[in-house]
């Protein structure tokens, strides 16, 4: 240990030779400042966002129509809309747009701004656009479907009676937050609805405002003067990037970051002993599973699907290996949406496993490959569940690669098993309803490739379920229906759901306020203090 | 290229720098177009999908072949090329796939900041490393010797990535002599304003000294450690060279006329041994201009080997084709640089040229 006094007096003495600035600066009382990975930001234009990052900047200085609370999210309530009501028929909702209000720019938001950025994310077509365009609109209809009816109302129309909770929480995701038109038409060029500008500035109305990006290396956003709400406590938000989690903890322990927001499982066991430190956790909606292809002949058979969820020790990896970043979840609406279900009816069981791979005909095991993405979390899980299905005499070989290399060729069906991580996309069940129970046409052209597609599941009776699910209006009778399709799921699918994510920051122990919800455009701190 | 030794005195000096010239140009030329053929077809064999990268994982296939034909990926491999040819002979790199900034404009931001580093870190290797590979020559086999030699050894086997963190835990952490990872502390961030990029030469022309001490003790460990690694490699090189030197038959006789060993040292020898010397530093200073990816995510500096590792991951291949050419650049230039400096230090090559 090297703390004694004679080296804080050479210390100085150095200080004064390097002319190093004399204390460790604290953070600005004013700033916050967060350390995290941003390199996934390709965007800042909420018709195009999609990413983590770049969604919970988006939800801190954009506002959408409604809102939810973060902790119960059965409480929906306006944000730019006042009221909104549903038409007898079900086939459209009219939005009542609130008075007084005004973008960052000082232009009051007005019903043509909410028709302007529903209409434009439709048009500009975006990767989220489908969110909004799996209500039967297109860049066709969508001036016809989605029109101002008043000084202040709009009307939002649609092709089927959608379960209305379904469209609300659509309308929470950042593609259907609303830009400010005046502002962003004067940056219009060549038709692009000012597209080309907006990937890198700011037309919102939310507590801050988007200062500058600079690509892989920060974010600066600042407090809205022109806020229509509480005036946020912090006058300055930053974002740096800082790739490593022991560069994180580093500077989280010197105080030179307030917020730490993507240590690994050891660094965040790590600081949970420090004093100056806090730790907060939140659920977040994103699940691990293993996909198994049924383009593999073993991996077909009903009976080893059945094995494979005995093969995994679901506790020893949430404890050991995450170290609380996952609690264990087995079915596909993870916790906290309308119909999740909660039951986790598997474990290690090898005994268990073994019969069941004696009854589909292959006592002794058999060979299998799995792709794993190469960051130090999946693979320690990939190793671990490796160990396990040895144990049951299937040999399990890892081809390690970088994310887009083993999504490319999951998309493609050229895997065997593949370890995954799904996040919703908004806050309604169909979102994974959408993706893990759903496959409309499994054939190798298909248009849409949901996650059932890409492990070649064909299940032509459980995506009918799921489509009526989305059109039942009463919310009690379409969670049951959800929960009844996860039931069979859990036990039929070639899904291996194992977890549920919850993301765990650490932050300074004077850092209040700070807010980590489901999605991460519900990760707020328009009401930090520090 | 300019070792050319068929000249003696033959023809007259103006054709023969011309074809010089011509034959520079030439070479320069293919190297660059080798470079990028390799790397575009490194791109295109890779097995990641690059609109994958540009849409994510949930966009409609409507949305997947506009964004397809978009890049140009529906168009036969030989017509990309040659479109990417002619656009980067008229100077436009492109744009990123990802997100559609020009390429010019994210180099010029990242290219800076691995600079900075990467001179501060060749003069502190050039600075340290030749006086210890003399020293090491000097006492050959003797304990001065075998020091640098150790010392030279961790250099080249330890792992930048450990060395970085150990450096940042005891210097940053525990010692506080340094400032943190990052460039500059966010309190001067703003009050620096952009010229060159270097942030050293920007705040000292600004006459901002507290800011350029800030940015000195952020840069001052990282620079240390890639200067060490290439102290490493110089001092070594000095040592081999020197060794050779001092074997000649000048030094036995300007020992037995009595010069003093310092001078014999330090001017005669050293002086020889800077030829081939020159090079090993340029190449020493062209590497650390790649950009060392490991140190720059340890350090979290934005810099050209972060920049050029993301491209890649996500197959974004313009802008992995502009950093290729860039790199390709420096590694012309500073032989190029090399060369010149030969003929200022050999009187040999200069009679020549």
Same mark, same amino acid.
């Given at each position: ?94 939005? !009542? ?13 007005? /019903? ?44 939002? !129309? ?8 379904? &469209? ?8 259907? @937050? ?69 560069? %994180?903890?580093?500077?989280?322990? %010197?105080?030179?970051?307030?917020? /730490? ?22 659920? !977040? ?51 906290? @949406? ?11 069981? &090898? ?14 095991? @058999? ?24 144990? /049951? ?53 298909? /248009? ?28 009690? !009778? ?12 859990? %036990? ?6 194992? @977890? ?31 | ?36 053929? +390799? ?6 064999? +890779? ?17 997947? =072949? ?39 404009? =994210? ?56 060395? $970085?963190?150990?450096?940042?835990? +005891? ?98 020898? *050293? ?31 934005? $810099? ?11 197959? =974004? ?5 502009? $950093?290729?050419? *860039? ?5 012309? $230039? ?9 003929? *200022?230090? =050999? ?7």
């Amino acid at each position: 240990m090297l703390h004694s006094r004679t080296l804080l007096a050479a210390t100085v003495a150095v200080f004064a030779l390097l002319g190093a600035p004399g204390a460790k600066a604290e953070t600005p009382a004013d700033t916050l400042i967060q350390a995290w990975a941003i390199d996934d930001i390709i965007s800042l234009d909420p018709a195009e966002i999609f990413e983590f990052t770049a969604s919970e900047i988006a939800g801190n200085s954009y506002e959408g129509l409604i809102g939810y609370d973060p902790a119960d999210v059965s409480k929906i309530y306006g944000k730019i809309a006042e009221s909104w009501e549903v038409a007898p028929d079900g086939l459209s909702i009219s939005f !009542k747009i609130r008075d007084g209000r005004t973008f960052a720019s000082g232009n009051p938001i007005t /019903a043509e701004d909410v028709v302007f950025s529903l209409t434009r994310a439709v048009k500009l077509d975006k990767s989220p656009a489908f969110i909004l365009t799996q209500f039967g609109l297109n860049a066709e209809n969508v001036d016809d479907m989605v029109v101002q009816t008043g000084p202040d109302t709009v009307q939002f !129309k649609m092709d089927k009676p959608y379960a209305p909770t379904l &469209v609300l929480y659509c309308l929470t995701a950042t593609v259907g @937050f609303v830009v400010d038109k005046k502002l962003v038409m004067e940056h219009e060029a060549n038709g692009d609805f000012g597209y080309e500008w907006l990937k890198t500035n700011y037309a919102g109305s939310g507590p801050f405002t988007i200062r500058e990006w600079r690509a892989n290396e920060a974010v600066v956003m600042e407090r809205n003067p022109n806020y229509s709400g509480d005036a946020a406590p912090m006058a300055r938000v930053i974002y740096r990037h800082i790739p490593e989690g022991a560069t %994180q903890r580093l500077l989280l322990e %010197q105080g030179d970051i307030d917020i /730490a927001r993507s240590l690994g499982a050891e660094e965040i066991d790590a600081v949970r002993s420090n004093s100056d430190i806090k730790i907060q956790e939140g659920p !977040k909606g994103s699940i691990y599973y293993l996909g198994l292809n049924q383009k593999n002949e073993n991996l077909a058979k009903p009976q080893v699907r059945q094995a494979m969820k005995y093969l995994v020790d679901y506790q020893a990896i949430a404890d050991t290996i995450m170290k609380g970043k996952v609690m264990v979840h087995q079915a596909f609406l993870p916790r906290g @949406f309308l119909g999740a279900l909660e039951e986790t009816p598997f474990s290690l069981d &090898v005994a268990k496993a073994k019969e069941l791979l004696a009854e589909a005909g292959v006592p002794d095991g @058999f060979s299998v490959t799995m792709d794993t993405r190469n960051t130090p979390e999946i693979t320690g899980i990939a190793q671990a569940i490796q160990q396990t299905m040895a144990q /049951a005499g299937i040999q399990m070989e890892l081809i390690p690669g970088d994310g887009q290399q083993t999504l490319t060729k999951y998309r493609a069906r050229n895997h065997d098993i593949y370890i995954g991580r799904w996040g919703p996309d908004y806050q309604d069940p169909h979102t994974n309803a959408d993706t893990f129970a759903r496959n409309p046409d499994n054939g190798d052209d298909a /248009a849409s490739k949901p996650l059932a597609w890409r492990n070649a599941w064909d299940i032509p009776d459980m995506t009918k379920l799921a489509d009526a699910a989305v059109l039942e209006s009463d919310p009690e !009778k379409r969670a049951q229906m959800y929960i009844d399709i996860q039931r069979e799921h859990q %036990q039929t699918s070639p899904f291996v759901i194992m @977890f549920q994510e919850i993301e765990v920051s650490a932050m300074r122990s004077n850092v209040n306020g700070f807010i980590v919800g489901p999605s991460f455009n519900d990760n707020n701190y328009a009401h930090v203090t520090k | 290229m300019s070792d050319d030794t068929d000249g003696g005195g033959r023809s007259s000096a103006l054709p023969r720098i011309l074809w010089k010239l011509a034959r520079l140009a030439a070479t320069v030329a293919l190297t660059f177009l080798g470079l990028l053929v +390799v790397t575009f077809l490194i791109g295109r064999v +890779v097995p990641v999908d690059p609109v994958l990268a540009v849409i994510g994982d949930r966009a409609p296939k409507s949305v997947y =072949d506009r964004v397809f034909i978009e890049l140009g990926l529906d168009k036969p491999l030989y017509e990309q090329f040659w479109l990417y040819l002619q656009k980067v002979l008229t100077g436009d790199f492109g744009q990123s796939f990802l997100t559609k900034r020009d390429i010019a404009d =994210d180099i010029a931001r990242v290219f800076p900041a691995t600079m900075e580093l990467a001179t501060v870190a060749i003069i502190i290797g050039t600075v340290l490393g030749i006086p210890m590979g003399v020293w090491a020559a000097v006492r050959q086999g003797r304990l001065a010797d075998q020091v640098v030699r150790v010392l030279g050894l961790v250099g080249y086997s330890a792992p930048i990535f450990w060395l $970085g963190l150990l450096g940042l835990l +005891v210097f940053y952490a525990r010692l506080h002599w340094v400032s943190g990872p990052g460039r500059v502390d966010i309190a001067f961030e703003y009050s620096i304003t952009p010229k060159t990029g270097l942030l050293l030469l920007d705040s000292a022309m600004q006459g901002q000294w507290d800011a350029f001490r800030n940015v000195f003790s952020h840069i001052i460990l990282p620079a240390s450690l890639l200067g060490y690694f290439s102290m490493a490699y110089i001092s070594r090189m000095t040592r081999s060279f020197m060794l050779n030197e001092l074997a000649q038959e000048y030094v036995i006789t300007a020992r037995v006329k009595g010069v003093p060993e310092w001078r014999i040292i330090w001017v005669h020898a *050293l002086r020889n041994a800077a030829v081939p010397l020159v090079t090993v530093i340029a190449l020493s200073y062209a590497n650390l201009l790649e950009g060392s990816v490991l140190t720059e995510t340890v350090f979290a500096w934005p $810099g050209l080997g972060q920049y050029l590792t993301n491209s890649l991951q996500n197959s =974004d291949m313009n802008a992995v084709l502009g $950093g290729t050419l *860039l790199i390709g650049g420096i590694f012309v $230039g500073l032989n190029l640089l090399s060369d010149l400096l030969y003929t *200022l230090l =050999d009187p040999r090559v200069r009679r020549q040229a």
